[in-house]
DNA sequence: CCTTCAGGTTAACGACCGCTAACCTCCCTG
DNA sequence: CAGGGAGGTTAGCGGTCGTTAACCTGAAGG
């Protein structure tokens, strides 16, 4: 985990800024003047840094699913040989709940403004989504290999809903504290796959 | 459960679209014209039975939350005394999950659309929300009772969140079938409140 | 010192959208 | 058989929104 000190360029302050917008209020629901002035800036201003509204929501939701596959590919890599696949079910659940709990608003985006992206944007973060859950997959197949391989997907998605609750949890303050929510979910997501496999 | 013969009104008729539509290109993203068009009239013709876009989906959100929890009332009542917690318990389930199952684009629209709301149409759906998952949460600590009632509070959004995850499980005909999806959900539900009163 | 360019500004255009107005046409009923 | 309401139609208004055009400014570089 490579930390960042330097301050963020103008283009990643209006990524964050227009990630927070469009989960509050929707892709159509959010104007440019209202994203430009969330950074201080006017609407048309935007133009200098993303050639339209599109390529923002664009670049968020690609950025996502990218993040979300390439963390996961790593800790794959690294169990390599050395764990079992036990201990590396429980790093995906953890570096799922990570993001889910860290980067709340584009959690939300994820699941809600995709079919808002031209053809071939919707098609690359599909794609990845997918290559995500079939990681999960296979190493949740190897951790109960009694379960079929439709059952296993379905429990994939179901789990990956439980674990994007978070944005209903109340503002963080209302919770017993961020590592507390974090076991939570680590053991109900555990839980709810292992119940699957008893079937 | 008492199953209609009778045709569906022009009303009913234009909701279900509605929601179909609203669950698939989000509010804003969904024009009257075309809404009209999915019942066979045109745009304007919408203002005969309802006085505006806002109403339409106003009208379903209030209509979803009550019925979730008319229906979760009813299971109570009908179990108060006669069955133990547990069963109570399954029950509740039951019905969300053939909620889920049966009306998916109302799933989506309920925690994606409520901030388009007017303040007296979402502070209604909001107490309406709050008492269904204050009901649950009663339920699930006299079958956990070791479960405190934050962790118990967040334990059930996270089960809606696995519940409704349903809109992401493919088209009905990818799936094992209707019966088996929802005893997997079911048995996945139990299993995830079961690892949370394990701390 | 002049040029260039990144990164802003405001004005305005064209498209779209929710909604209203005005009108039409059945069908039911006294 | 009048007539009135239910349920449509099309035309069009007013506002909003994404985007473009034209212009400005301050700092870096030869």
Not at 126 to 136: G, I, S
Not at 172 to 196: D, I, K, Y
């Amino acid at each position: 985990m490579t930390t960042r000190t330097d301050a963020p360029t103008r283009r990643e302050q209006i990524l964050k800024e227009a990630a927070r917008l469009f989960a509050e209020r929707g892709f159509h629901g959010v104007g440019v003047d209202e994203i430009g002035a969330a950074v201080g800036i006017s609407g048309p201003g935007l133009y200098r840094h993303f050639p339209g509204k599109d390529a923002m929501l664009a670049e968020l939701l690609v950025g996502i699913s990218g993040q979300l596959l390439t963390g996961a590919k790593r800790r794959l890599a690294e169990a390599e040989g050395v764990t079992s696949s036990e201990v590396l079910l429980d790093s995906l659940i953890e570096g799922h709940i990570d993001f889910a709990l860290d980067d709340r608003p584009l959690i939300t985006l994820h699941d809600r403004e995709l079919d808002r992206l031209r053809d071939t944007d919707r098609k690359l973060v599909r794609q990845l989504q997918r290559q995500y859950v079939e990681l999960w997959v296979e190493v949740v197949r190897e951790v109960y290999p009694e379960l079929a391989e439709p059952s296993a997907r379905s429990a994939v998605h179901s789990v990956f809903g439980l674990l994007n609750s978070t944005p209903h949890l109340g503002r963080p303050g209302s919770l017993p504290g961020r590592g507390a929510t974090a076991e939570l979910l680590h053991r109900m997501a555990r839980g709810a796959l292992a119940a699957a496999s008893a079937g």
